[in-house]
């Protein structure tokens, strides 16, 4: 075959596929012959300042094998994208050389070589950057997943612990040293799990303070143990400062319930969410109980606006009580969701949709409904009472919350002395200005306003000066003693005596016993709330209660 076919070939071969040193073999198989080539050699290197034939950080075989601890023949080196360099180390059979002609026709042959490997290499480029975390270079998410297929296929999986974990205090970096600086403390923080991670783990990157590993279960306690601390610096006015990161992790230790490579993030990820808002340890492992939970509290995500809309919540009612008469004063309302044939009590549900910032809606939704009753009792000319409705602390945040309940009243047609709005005391300083603000704003419609578990929250007595309240509910701690003794007695008195003097009628709640109600009686608290008398009640059963007058 002659030369210029056999160009011919290389050239066309070469066109057919973009897998460069896969097919190069084949391409170059008829110029081997020409130039008695038994092996070429590319080494891609980050060094574009270096003729050193072997520099390299990736061997690529494009044709032969790859000699060990022999010079080359001759080498060609050619720039690439990405401040990359090809150096392309020639081997021939035995003592073969070339002439000068031979050696320019090769040059021709490499610069096609290297024009397709130029199209290898950018390919190689945008998919490994699809796979990267752009900042600290790390795997992404994608990353990850791949590693963990190759992994998964071969079950070598069951050999590694899955780790997702978060940095402490991540925002003081930007506050103390400035955006950028803090995109290096990251970048550096990156490089030291980098330096710790074996070339069979993976630590990657998610973005933020978002990180994931794979490491192999015999090293996970040495792993957890580094997370506690490690040393990174930062430069503030010219000086480094050295310090420590420490990281909150959740840890899945593989198992054979591990069914598809995405349960290595969820799960760790579960249990780091359990780390942090519940054990408030630096780390924690994902086991039975906790999975149940987390199971549960995404069922009540998933189901809750569904569960909204198909009126799956019941409003039960439970009595306010005057002990010197025996009378129904007032009442509560309160959500019991029932669930596909299960009935949820508030304490199930009501914390996970206040952690998922959806509780307003329920509050909202309750609100309306104890309307709808109230108007239907006015309506039939039965006795009306004051229905309390609680809203949560984290309504506080909702802007036109206070507009939006005057809204719900007056369009049920009630009128606005029917309904109490009930809400805990605060538990810090930033939430007793927005609960001071909703409550004059409530104040001003004419909406009566209750403190609910008062004695529980922060700075209590000057609750009683500050918040603009009509009404206190004693908290149940104070009359929880059994026996109840002198200083239940001196401290209860107190707080009626104060509170009376500002205007401010006391309530008791949790009243379970006759030796409570009799203290209650001697320090002036006359209003009480309990199983004493009544659990919550369904509306119909509520309604023949309220219809006997008064407790015999």
């Not at 009243?409 to 007793?432: F, L, P, Q």
Request: charged letters at 30%; one cysteine or more; a negative charge.
């Amino acid at each position: 075959m002659t030369f210029e076919r056999s160009f011919e070939n290389f050239v066309q071969i070469l066109s057919e596929e973009d897998v460069t040193p896969e097919i190069s073999p084949s391409a170059l198989a008829d110029l081997a012959k020409e130039f008695s080539l038994r092996s070429i050699v590319a080494i891609v290197s980050d060094n574009k300042d270096s003729d050193k034939a072997g520099s390299a950080d990736t061997i690529v075989p494009l044709f032969g094998p790859v000699p060990e601890d022999e010079p080359p023949a001759y080498f060609f080196k050619r720039d690439m994208p990405a401040k990359k360099t090809v150096i392309y180390n020639i081997y021939l059979f035995g003592d073969g050389s070339w002439n000068e002609e031979e050696y320019k026709g090769f040059g021709l042959i490499i610069d096609i070589l290297s024009f397709h490997m130029e199209r290898f290499l950018l390919a190689n480029i945008v998919k490994q950057s699809a796979l990267t975390q752009y900042l600290t270079g790390l795997p992404n998410s994608g990353g990850f997943i791949v590693f963990a297929k190759s992994l998964f296929e071969t079950r070598a999986i069951m050999n590694y612990d899955s780790f997702f974990f978060n940095l402490k205090n991540f925002g003081l970096f930007s506050r103390r040293y400035g955006i950028a600086e803090g995109d290096e403390i990251i970048k550096r923080y990156a490089n030291k799990l980098k330096e710790f991670c074996q070339e069979d783990e993976i630590i990657s990157h998610f973005g933020g303070d978002n990180f994931t590993a794979l490491i192999k279960k015999e090293r996970t306690k040495q792993f957890l143990k580094y997370l506690s601390g490690v040393p990174v610096y930062g430069m503030k006015n010219d000086k480094k400062e050295d310090f420590k990161i420490s990281a909150v992790a959740g840890v899945y230790a593989v198992d054979e319930s591990l069914k598809e490579p995405g349960q290595l993030i969820s799960r760790a990820a579960m249990a780091l969410a359990y780390a942090k808002n519940e054990a408030n340890k630096p780390y924690v492992f994902v086991n039975k109980a906790m999975s149940t939970k987390i199971y549960r509290q995404k069922q009540i995500e998933d189901r809750y606006e569904e569960a909204l809309q198909n009126d799956e919540f019941r409003i039960y009612l439970q009595p306010k009580v005057d002990i010197r008469t025996g009378e129904i004063v007032g009442a509560e309302a309160l959500a019991r969701w029932f669930c596909n044939g299960i009935v949820l009590y508030p304490v199930e549900f009501i914390p996970i949709l206040e952690q998922e910032g959806m509780v307003a809606t329920l509050d909202l939704y309750v609100l309306k409904k104890s309307c709808e009753f109230i108007k239907g009792w006015i309506d039939n000319k039965q006795p009306a009472i004051p229905v309390s409705v609680n809203f949560s602390r984290k309504d506080l945040n909702y802007k036109h919350l206070a507009r939006e309940i005057c809204q719900i009243i007056d369009e049920s047609g009630v009128d606005r002395k029917y309904i109490e709005i009930e809400v805990t005391e605060t538990a810090s300083e930033d939430e007793r200005i927005l609960m001071t603000t909703f409550l004059n704003k409530l104040k001003d419609m004419n909406i009566t306003t209750l403190i609910d578990d008062f004695g529980t929250g922060y700075s209590s007595l000057s609750t009683l000066r500050d918040f603009p309240v009509s009404i206190i509910k004693i908290d149940k701690s104070f009359i929880d003693n059994e026996p109840l003794n002198d200083n239940d007695r001196i401290v209860l008195r107190s707080i009626v005596n104060m509170a009376k003097e500002l205007g401010i009628t006391v309530i008791a709640e949790g009243v379970e016993r006759e030796d409570q109600i009799d203290l209650l009686k001697e320090v002036g608290c006359n209003i009480v709330q309990g199983f004493m008398y009544d659990n919550p009640m369904p509306k119909a059963d509520f309604e023949k209660r309220l219809g006997k007058g008064t407790y015999a």
